[in-house]
């Protein structure tokens, strides 16, 4: 008889692969509670809270983290207007050039961040605009425009036009027709782009080397400690705040898309 169980074989090394991906975040948060602050000893000599208080306490980690939470919300509510307005727009409308249009809006989230990173550093350049907070956002948009971008079309194709036909049909205007007939089935998709985007906003460093200048957000800071011999736990509590900050919203926005395919007007 055959069996839809999996063999040994695939258990082994679906554990291994598990392993593989999650034992170094382990290790992070290991290392959070050592009492060795020079190096990364293992097992660790022992176990202590105090590196949470001395995080707290030290002033120099507020800036940088009050800077990536500002860079983080303002280039998500961007990417929610511009992601969905796009969305809207390729999702409905046929027009030559159509595709190659889709391409390039998504081409930022494919590309190398180094490259992303030296377009824009040498397009501000040219253009003399000075490094600042808005620098740090508009890098940080590109690719948070493509995840929201991505959950909006995807949950827009699968709406009937039929929907919006018949909203027009019983006398709703443009706008009562979004806030009563898209929206609430748009909402949970665009939610969750936007958390999305938000966490891989708040720990980006690739394209932030580029675009701050000397402005320094908290994974900027956090690669910077790493080179000093002090403290080294410090920075792996931070490491959990960043954990926390990011693997939040990627749950949050897995549990709203997870029913998604049930949208109004879609055929069965």
């Avoid at 598990?18 to 992070?28: E, V």
């Avoid at 983290?65 to 983080?72: E, G, P, T």
């Avoid at 990417?79 to 027009?95: K, P, Q």
């Amino acid at each position: 008889m055959r069996s839809d169980r999996p063999s040994l074989l695939l258990k082994i090394t679906a554990i291994g692969g598990l392993l593989f991906l999650h034992l170094p975040i382990l290790f992070i948060f290991l290392y959070a509670f050592t009492t060795e602050e020079r190096t990364y000893q293992f097992p660790p000599p022992g176990l202590t809270l105090k590196w949470f208080g001395v995080a707290w306490e030290r002033p120099d980690i507020w800036p940088p983290l009050y800077l990536s939470l500002k860079v983080a919300a303002i280039a998500t509510l961007m990417a929610m207007v511009l992601g969905t307005l796009a969305a809207a727009a390729m999702s409905r409308a046929r027009f030559f050039g159509r595709d190659q249009l889709s391409l390039l809006i998504i081409l930022p989230i494919a590309l190398p961040g180094v490259i992303t990173g030296m377009s824009l550093r040498s397009a501000f350049g040219i253009m003399d605009i000075p490094f600042s907070t808005w620098t740090i956002v508009l890098g940080h948009a590109t690719f948070c425009i493509v995840i929201v971008y991505n959950n909006a079309v995807a949950r827009m194709r699968r709406l009937s036009g039929g929907i919006m036909e018949a909203s027009a049909d019983l006398g709703a205007n443009a706008f009562q027709t979004f806030r009563y007939v898209l929206l609430p089935n748009l909402g949970s998709a665009l939610l969750a782009g936007g958390m999305l985007a938000f966490a891989l906003s708040f720990d980006e460093v690739i394209v932030t080397t580029f675009t701050a200048g000397q402005q320094s957000t908290l994974p900027i800071w956090m690669l910077n400690e790493l080179v000093r011999p002090r403290q080294r736990p410090v920075t792996n509590v931070v490491a959990i705040v960043v954990f926390a900050a990011t693997f939040v919203p990627i749950l949050i926005a897995y549990y709203l898309t997870r029913g998604g395919s049930e949208t109004a007007g879609m055929g069965k």
